[in-house]
């Protein structure tokens, strides 16, 4: 039970954290939770997280909550849960709260606007390194299957400006029939 009380602490204070310093929305949040979890407490298996990923980005809603619901799940069940989206969502409800008292002040203010816009750059540096790093794994395990999947969905949203949600359910259905694929001995990919 103590050490229960200890890994929802932990859980509860690492995830108020990556929330209360984050900026630019959850893709930029799932990667410093993979740092933390997967590099620093070696909690959760890189594999295992690019897993957990997955299932956040394909549930509806907010992907730091979504992050934060599976990855508290997996390390403390429903206790794990709430813990892990109560930290989640606290950090940007008082930031919010804040801003909200004090919105006259900031809206014209070129200073704050010049400081959001510098931060644009930095979240789109950190959205690429976390794809970077997802696309990697992939290669280098070379799966093939994921591969050719991975190849086709950034085409048919890049080139082909076929709407995201269309892509991820095709995916679900392919890695669906990947998975209950009858006659299957191992995996090809």
Known sequence: MEKKHKILLKLFISTFYLSA???GGGYVIVTLMKKKFVDQYHWIEEEEMLDLVAIAQSAPGAIA???AIVVGYKLAGIAGTITAVIATILPPFLVISVISIFY???RD???VSLVLEGMQA???AVIASVVWEMAAGILLEKKWLSILIMA????????LGINAVVIILVCIAVG???TFMPGRKGDPS
Do not use: R, Y
Request: glycine share 12%; aromatic share 12%.
């Open 21 to 23: 310093f984050t900026f």
């Open 65 to 67: 909550v979504n992050g």
């Open 104 to 106: 006259e002040a900031f």
């Open 109 to 111: 203010n070129q200073v």
């Open 122 to 124: 930095g979240v789109a």
């Open 152 to 159: 086709g969905a950034l085409i048919a949203a890049s080139c």
């Open 176 to 178: 669906l029939l990947k």
